[in-house]
C-alpha cells in the first residue's frame, strides 16, 4: 500500500486519536460525518453525489489496488458509514455498503482506500479544512509510532516552493519603477488575520500576472497566526 493511501477503517480512529477523543470513536466518527455533509452540500447539485475512483475506491482486505469488479461509491455511502457509528460497538467500526456490478453489497470498510492527497484537494477545492488524520504520518489507527510519510512531505514542499517563488517574482514586480502594484502592496494590512493575508497575497499575485496554482485556503494554512509568528521569532 503506497504511503498516499489510508483504508476507510482507520480514518475514525486516527482521527479521534489526533484530535484528543482518545477511545471516543462515535464521537469522532460524527466529526467526520458532518465533514462528508460538507462535502455533499458543495459538490451534490453541481456534480452529483458519485466520488471520484482517484479518491475513493474498493480495493481488498489485503490489497488496495483497485478491484476488477465493476463498483461505484458515491458521498451518501461515506455518511451512511459515518452515521453508522453511532450503533457500532467501538473498536470495530461498521461495515460499509458498496454499489457492486450493479448491486448494494456489505464488504469490510477495511477494503475501501482513499487517497489522502486527492481527497484533501478535492476538500480544499470545496473550502473545507482537511481533517488533521489526512494530513498525520501515522500508518495505521493502532500504531503509536511516527513515520515519514515522504509523498505527503513532498506535496507540503512543493507548496512551499511554490510560494517562496511567487513571493519572490512579486518582490520583483512590485521593485519596478512605476508599478501600479506599489500602491496595492502599501495598503497591505501586516496585522491582519493569516486568512486575510493569504487573499491580499494571491489577489496581488493575480495582479502580477502570477499563475500561483493554490487556492487561499491553501496558501493560508502558510501564513503564521501572530502567536506562532511569536513562537517562530524566538
Not at 94 to 100: A, G, H, K, Q
Not at 132 to 156: F, N
Request: glycine residues 6%; aromatic residues 6%.
Amino acid at each position: 500500500m503506497s504511503e498516499d493511501t489510508i483504508r476507510l477503517s482507520d480514518l475514525v480512529p486516527m482521527h479521534g486519536q489526533l484530535i484528543g477523543l482518545g477511545p471516543d470513536l462515535k464521537a469522532a466518527a460524527y466529526d467526520l460525518h458532518k465533514t462528508v455533509q460538507r462535502l455533499s452540500d458543495y459538490y451534490y447539485v453541481a456534480k452529483g453525489p458519485d466520488v471520484p475512483s482517484k479518491i475513493c475506491w474498493l480495493g481488498s482486505v489485503s490489497n488496495s489496488q483497485p478491484s476488477n469488479q465493476r463498483h461505484q461509491i458515491d458521498l451518501g455511502m461515506l455518511n451512511r458509514y459515518f452515521s453508522n457509528w453511532a450503533s457500532a460497538t467501538p473498536p470495530i467500526g461498521p461495515d460499509f455498503d458498496c454499489r457492486i456490478e450493479g448491486g448494494f453489497e456489505r464488504v469490510p470498510a477495511s477494503a475501501i482506500y482513499l487517497s489522502r492527497a486527492a481527497l484533501i484537494d478535492w476538500l480544499e477545492a470545496a473550502g473545507i479544512e482537511p481533517p488533521q488524520a489526512l494530513l498525520s504520518p501515522l500508518t495505521t489507527s493502532t500504531s503509536k509510532v511516527k513515520a515519514p510519510r515522504t509523498a505527503l512531505e513532498q506535496r507540503e514542499m512543493n507548496s512551499v516552493k511554490l510560494l517562496l517563488n511567487t513571493a519572490f517574482e512579486l518582490l520583483h514586480a512590485v521593485s519596478q519603477n512605476g508599478s501600479p502594484l506599489r500602491a496595492t502592496a502599501a495598503k497591505m494590512d501586516l496585522n491582519a488575520s493569516h486568512g486575510l493575508k493569504a487573499k491580499a497575497f494571491s489577489e496581488l499575485a493575480n495582479m502580477a500576472g502570477i499563475d500561483m496554482k493554490l487556492n487561499v485556503k491553501t496558501i493560508s494554512r502558510y501564513f503564521p497566526s501572530e502567536d506562532e509568528l511569536e513562537d517562530l521569532k524566538k
